[in-house]
T-cell receptor, first 115, second 113 residues
Framework: SAVISQKPSRDICQRGTSLTIQCQVD?????MFWYRQQPGQSLTLIATANQGSEATYESGFVIDKFPISRPNLTFSTLTVSNMSPEDSSIYLC????????????FGPGTRLTVT | GESVGLHLPTLSVQEGDNSIINCAYSNSASDYFIWYKQESGKGPQFIID?????DKRQGQRVTVLLNKTVKHLSLQIAATQPGDSAVYFCAENIGDSSYKLIFGSGTRLLVRP
């Protein structure tokens, strides 16, 4: 397995501002993903964070709203831009380890509330 | 407390009984399935997985059953304990090389003492 940390663990932000969430892994990983989990809902994939290149976004998510960086094999950031109350969610990063199949390990999540 | 699971279907079982959590998946091309457990305030935790070339796989106190004919997945938990109380999600990989998982809607398991 892997130890995955996220910062911040939670935040309360005002609408119109932006928040950058960090995901740090204790070992090099093959794949990194970012998910959103709205209150009482399941997980929805936002994008695949590609090392050294632009992230691959899922339908309904765009780079201008959710810019993602992945400068190396152990770290990624997700920014939630120009926030509105509808962005209030838990944001989770996940990783696939080298040699694994499709099993993903998740960070603890960042709980975002937009007022 | 956290809001995960507030609006999800709930299964309530007596401590010591067996639990069965069901999941329907949509893509007949999916070839890999995972069950995750999510406790309040935490990220999902891997429980057990199964490939499409199998119909049953057992772990410690858990069994996953796969019925490809009706695209149905179930998680059986034996001798359910209070620590099993959580939200459970199934997830599928659609068989491409993207490693992406599609998550089901989830079930909240409550264990009565």
């Amino acid at each position: 397995s892997a130890v995955i940390s996220q910062k911040p663990s939670r935040d309360i932000c005002q609408r119109g501002t932006s928040l950058t969430i960090q995901c740090q892994v204790d070992s090099q990983v093959t794949m990194m993903f970012w998910y959103r989990q709205q209150p009482g809902q399941s997980l929805t994939l936002i994008a695949t964070a590609n090392q050294g290149s632009e992230a691959t976004y899922e339908s309904g998510f765009v780079i201008d709203k959710f810019p993602i960086s992945r400068p190396n094999l152990t770290f990624s950031t997700l920014t939630v831009s120009n926030m509105s109350p509808e962005d209030s969610s838990i944001y989770l990063c996940s990783v696939v380890l080298p040699g694994q199949t499709y099993e993903q390990y998740f960070g603890p999540g960042t709980r975002l509330t937009v007022t | 407390g956290e809001s995960v699971g507030l609006h999800l279907p709930t299964l309530s079982v007596q401590e010591g009984d067996n639990s069965i959590i069901n999941c329907a998946y949509s893509n007949s091309a999916s070839d890999y399935f995972i069950w995750y457990k999510q406790e309040s305030g935490k990220g999902p935790q891997f429980i057990i997985d199964i490939r499409s070339n199998m119909d049953k796989r057992q772990g410690q106190r858990v069994t996953v059953l796969l019925n490809k004919t009706v695209k149905h997945l179930s998680l059986q938990i034996a001798a359910t304990q209070p620590g099993d109380s959580a939200v459970y999600f199934c997830a599928e990989n659609i068989g491409d090389s993207s490693y992406k998982l599609i998550f089901g809607s989830g079930t909240r398991l409550l264990v009565r003492p």
